[in-house]
């Protein structure tokens, strides 16, 4: 039996997305009585976001399949500060140009996961530098940053980790705080939002807004964390041996994502259904009991309705499809990734390391050679043990392509351009 009466707290209660709630009583009280608009800001610090934003987006969209309005705040203004929570160093700087494109490269991916438009219960997407940019300082000091007290910023966890270690807090980045702060309380305002989420990290910063907020007069606002997750084996979630898993499909195909998550490890597997699927928590409970074999037929599943929400179905099966008949018929698929290499260049003959880091499969010819001295580099299926092999034109197959693996589960075809 749920703790929860509202159907969205409800949700998250048993799908494993709640962390801590500021007033646990009155949230549901809220969200059971009316529709509620709430947010989660995302600073443009990529161009895309990557698997480690995906709890924070679900929880946008399970906010508005119960009903509720969710916005999806574009730090376009705090962007330009950069949030220092928890973080070793200070973050790059970025020019406007910078943010701006990031956050049209971003915004893409929201559509999959959210109904925009002008009705009640419809997204919106804002942008806080409609009134972070424009602001006079010294009215902003007077009217906001006297309600704060820097005895009590510097008793966060998120500032205090920083100072603990001896490393550097600027001024500038000592404002996020206050900054995001007075976006919850702007938000108020103008859109009458009750709620910021976000993950664990956050509580501190969202717990400032609420203050903020009574000072200023808001009504009661409230703050919702999710756990910061980590993968069984203690890997940080949106990381893999490649590099961060992507969000935007220009900068990771729908194949590698649905590889991603195909690749999860056993025990984060009923985890991963309820966080980044829609499936019913029946149909859940029921694949979550599978084991021994199944469990691999459970994670193509998983793998694919991930995918078919970011990707769609169709990019989302094709993933599955390549990936079976690669793994399981040997064949090459059409749609597995690829590389163009210059024909000339194929023609003079590109050294294996070479080719293995232009393919991404490794971040240096170091880090190639010891795949190679491992054993886990095959062209066209066949193993390759010397590092100073020359690949040629004489490795081009009859279907116009050489394959380059890493493993069993990373493949990558070499098309002559």
Partial sequence: ????????????????????ISDEAGLDELFAK???????????????LHAGSLIQIMMLHWMQATGHRPISLMGGGTGM????????????????????????????????YLTYGEGPKDALMINNADWLRGLNYLEFLRDVGRHFSVNRMLSFDSVKTRLDREQSLSFLEFNYMILQAYDFVELNKRYDVRLQMGGSDQWGNIVNGIDLGHRMGTPQLYALTSPLLTTSSGAKMGKSANG????????????????????????????????????PMDEIARLSALGGAEINEVKK???????????????????????????????????????????AELEAGIGLLALIV???????????????????????????????????TGEVTGDGVIKLSLGKKKHILVRPA
Avoid: C
Wanted: aromatic fraction near 8%; charged fraction near 25%; glycine fraction near 6%.
């Fill in 1 to 20: 039996m749920s703790r929860f009466k509202s159907d969205f707290l409800r949700t998250l209660d048993e799908r494993g997305f709640i962390h801590q």
């Fill in 34 to 48: 009316e529709t509620v608009t709430a947010y989660i800001g995302y600073d443009p610090t990529a161009p895309s």
């Fill in 81 to 112: 500060v950069g949030d220092p929570s928890f973080k070793d160093d200070a973050r790059q700087l970025m020019t406007i140009d910078t943010i701006e494109s990031n956050i049209a490269s971003i915004k893409r991916v929201f559509a999959n």
């Fill in 244 to 279: 961060a898993v992507w969000l935007n499909p220009d900068m990771l195909s729908a194949y590698d994502f649905w590889q991603y998550w195909r690749n999860t490890e056993d025990a984060d597997v009923s985890r991963f259904l309820k966080l980044y699927t829609t499936l």
């Fill in 301 to 343: 599943i998983l793998a694919t309705e991930i995918t078919a929400i970011l990707h769609g179905r169709t990019a989302a099966e094709e993933a599955a499809e390549t990936a079976r008949k690669t793994f399981e018929e040997g064949a090459l698929a059409d749609n597995l990734p690829s590389i163009e290499v210059p024909t």
């Fill in 358 to 392: 232009k393919a991404g499969l490794a971040a240096s010819n170091g880090e190639a050679r010891r795949h190679v001295q491992g054993g886990a580099v095959r062209i066209n299926d066949v193993a390759i043990s010397d590092e100073r092999k020359l690949i040629g």
